[in-house]
């Protein structure tokens, strides 16, 4: 049995289909029962709470699996040590932690979260295996509002290179991770193969979208002063600010770990975007191009 938290999420629920299509034993850990109703036939589905330990025992038993995927949150540490606690008692084998291309590279808010939350697993004793994707291409942009209304992605990129990682291809990784064996005690980052510049970015949108958009680039600073008078949270606004600065700095690389684990090349930004991008317009009130 391999059970899947934060399973009605971007990764959780495609994990879960993926495994339940391979026809192994999946059971999804939900919140909300009410949103695993999409999760498909043979799919079992347990309720918990990360934050209350008592509801996670009936969730793990008999689980031998276990693929950890927490919300961003400032409770990050205490959740995922909670569901670790709860594996471990329940005698499974291997655990699998979502977590950050890069952990461990600032002691600042999601970065020191998971570096945390990587060691406390390292040392519980359970054959363990750690996931680093890089930034999503389901939030690149960060917002799509700008682009529908005035053809523009507003950013903090400079002349740096975003990283990006299909999240299709992380629930493969997490998928072929805890169904086959030799991945214990490793760690992998895994993106997409190439990186881009934000104006590349939107060459790209333009390009699938076959409409005028632009990049306008900001200071990371000026960009947490409009989210914070926006009211986003300021450990968000936190995040988004540090990732700009590793961005304009040049520290983040692509790697070949997803091609070495599946056997194939990882899924491009343009391939996404063929997929989703007219979505994402309609989502914001533009029509999809004719």
Known sequence: MILVTGATGTVGSETVRQLADAHHKVRALVHDPAKATTLGQGVEVAV???????????AFANVERVFVICPVTQQLETFEANVYRAAAEAGAKH??????????????????WHE????????????????????????????????????????????????????????????????TPGH???????????????????????????????YTDISPETMSE?????????????VARDYF???????????TTIAELLGRPPRTYDEWLRENASTRMRQHGAPKPV
């Open 226 to 238: 409009s989210l914070l008078a926006a009211g986003m949270p300021p450990y968000v606004v936190e």
């Open 245 to 255: 600065h590793m961005v304009r700095q040049g520290r983040l690389h692509p790697t």
């Open 116 to 179: 945390g939350s990587e060691n406390r697993l390292r040392a519980l004793g359970t054959p363990f295996t750690i996931l680093r994707p890089a930034r999503f291409m389901t939030d690149t942009p960060f917002s799509w509002g700008p682009i529908a209304e005035q053809g523009v992605i507003v950013e903090a990129s400079g002349d740096g290179a975003n990283v990006l990682t299909d999240p299709h291809d992380v629930a493969a990784v997490g998928a072929r991770v805890l169904t």
């Open 48 to 58: 918990g709470d990360y934050d209350d330990p008592r509801t996670l025992t009936a």
């Open 184 to 214: 214990e005690g490793q760690t992998y980052s895994l993106t997409a193969a190439e990186a881009l510049t934000g104006a590349q970015i939107a060459q790209k949108i333009s390009q699938v979208l076959d409409r005028p958009v632009t």
């Open 95 to 112: 655990i699998v932690k979502l977590s950050n291309l890069a952990a461990g590279q600032l002691k600042t808010s999601l970065w020191h």
